[in-house]
């Protein structure tokens, strides 16, 4: 499809997993962020790309988060020894970089909880 | 500081009136762009509207508008003649730089028939 691709969208898994999530964004948009949201809450931010560098990482909560990008395109997220304060919606979204006018399109997300 | 403030977590609206979502934001950058999302229930975000800081008019997209006061560095989403549909989360958003994007905390709009 044309749009941002979350997996898995739903993911539940015990505490002290590690999990990988990935985010396949839209062709040719080489900026990609991203976001965590709780039940109810705004978006908080983790890490953006632009390409496979990572200028902003200011985000990540713990040594325990870390995420990656190749090829300028497909982004996973990684968490270890997962605790129960992980569980949240994870969102990736992406952009045409360099630009001020061009919108942020997300994807559909990966609920995750940790049991 | 907060780069980007919404100042009414939660309001209601009756079915066919307008509303109005408030939206206040600060930056140094003389270029930036301002963006309001839509997230309804289902979770997914869904971009509604762009306002230029070099435009001279206000955004307008069907039922969306964006009233943007650039001195008072406001740039607040108007949503004409709700509709249930409407109801849901809404977050301004702030792109300065070209890359980085702050989001508000959000406004949860609920519209009553």
């Known amino acids: 499809g044309a749009g941002v691709s979350q997996s898995p969208s739903n993911k539940v898994t015990e505490k002290g997993k590690d999990v990988e999530l990935r985010c396949d964004p839209i062709?040719?948009?080489?900026?990609l962020y991203w976001y965590r949201q709780s039940l109810g809450q705004g978006l908080e931010f983790l890490i953006y790309?632009?390409?496979?560098?990572?200028?902003?990482k200011s985000g990540l909560p713990s040594d325990r988060f870390s995420a990656e990008r190749t090829g300028g395109s497909v982004s996973t997220l990684t968490i270890q020894r997962t605790q129960q304060e992980d569980s949240a919606v994870y969102l990736c979204?992406?952009?045409?970089?360099?630009?001020?006018?061009?919108?942020?399109?997300f994807g559909d997300g990966t609920r995750l909880s940790i049991l | 500081a907060q780069k980007i403030t919404q100042t009414q977590p939660g309001m209601f609206v009756q079915e066919k009136e307008a509303v109005t979502l408030d939206c206040t934001y600060d930056t140094s950058d003389p270029s930036y762009g301002l963006f309001w999302y839509k997230q309804p229930s289902s979770g997914e975000m869904i971009f509604l509207i762009y306002q230029g800081s070099y435009d001279q008019q206000n955004a307008t997209e069907g039922r969306y508008s964006l009233n943007f006061q650039k001195a008072r560095k406001s740039a607040n989403l108007v949503i004409s003649a709700s509709q249930l549909g409407d109801s849901a989360m809404y977050f301004c958003?702030?792109?300065?730089?070209?890359?980085?994007?702050?989001f508000g905390k959000g406004t949860r709009l609920l519209v009553k028939p």
């Open positions: 790309f632009q390409g496979n560098s990572a200028p902003d």
């Open positions: 979204a992406s952009s045409l970089a360099g630009l001020n006018n061009q919108p942020q399109h």
């Open positions: 062709s040719g948009h080489t900026a």
């Open positions: 958003a702030m792109r300065e730089g070209g890359f980085s994007f702050i």
